[in-house]
Nanobody, 124 residues
């Protein structure tokens, strides 16, 4: 099974950018749909974005569409999340997730494998 490690979190001001990376190991990376989820304090973990194994199809939550971009590099076993124009409401722990379940889903249950999470705090 795949193991995931995120990096790139931090403290930024509103309007700034951050880029997350998630490094996968333990299995063939290109076998997995990759996703990003986030969980704010006191809230449920929610879908942010997903990308299919070949990088062709992507999906975004309405709250981040147009500001966030997901990408992957199968040669480097890495998926990225570029986050621009950050808002205070983007403050959360962000999780990288992997799925070998079809069809591609945006639900938490559709992703059996998770990273440990990385914190993003956006100040106003």
């Amino acid at each position: 099974q795949v193991q995931l490690v995120e990096s790139g979190g931090g403290l930024v001001q509103a309007g700034e950018s951050l880029r997350f990376s998630c490094l996968a190991s333990g299995d063939t990376f290109s076998h997995y749909t990759m996703g990003w989820f986030r969980q704010a304090p006191g809230k449920e973990r929610e879908f942010v974005s997903t990308i299919t194994w070949n990088g062709i199809n992507t999906r975004y939550a309405d709250s981040v569409r147009g500001r966030f971009t997901i990408s992957r590099d199968n040669a480097k076993n890495t998926v990225h999340l570029q986050m621009n124009s950050l808002k205070p409401e983007d403050t959360a722990v962000y999780y990288c997730a992997a799925s070998n379940i079809v069809p591609v889903t945006t639900t938490r249950a559709g992703y059996p494998y998770w990273g440990q999470g990385t914190q993003v705090t956006v100040s106003s």
